[in-house]
């Protein structure tokens, strides 16, 4: 008999394609206008100067400088103060 057992189906081997999120220019690196400092999902680090937020929370520079990382206490919807990381474009 030269049959083959009938393969069954799987439920594991889907994987989906990585969205190569994360920082792309760390702090005190150039940057320049328009180039992408965080590409992320939601808003895990907040724009300050000379940055502005994409449609898809990309963080982007608007001005020539260098890139800097900072914590702020900022008051919640409820007024309880929270730590939140800010980046900075900062120019000469």
Known sequence: ????????????????????????????????????IVRQRGTKIHPGENVKLGEDDTIYSTAIGTVKFMDKKVRDFTGKLKKRKFVSVITK
Do not use: N, P
């Open 1 to 36: 008999m030269a049959h083959r057992k009938a393969g069954g189906s799987t439920r594991l081997g889907r994987d989906s394609i990585s969205k190569r999120l994360g920082v792309k220019i760390y702090g005190s690196e150039k940057a320049q206008v328009g180039s992408i």
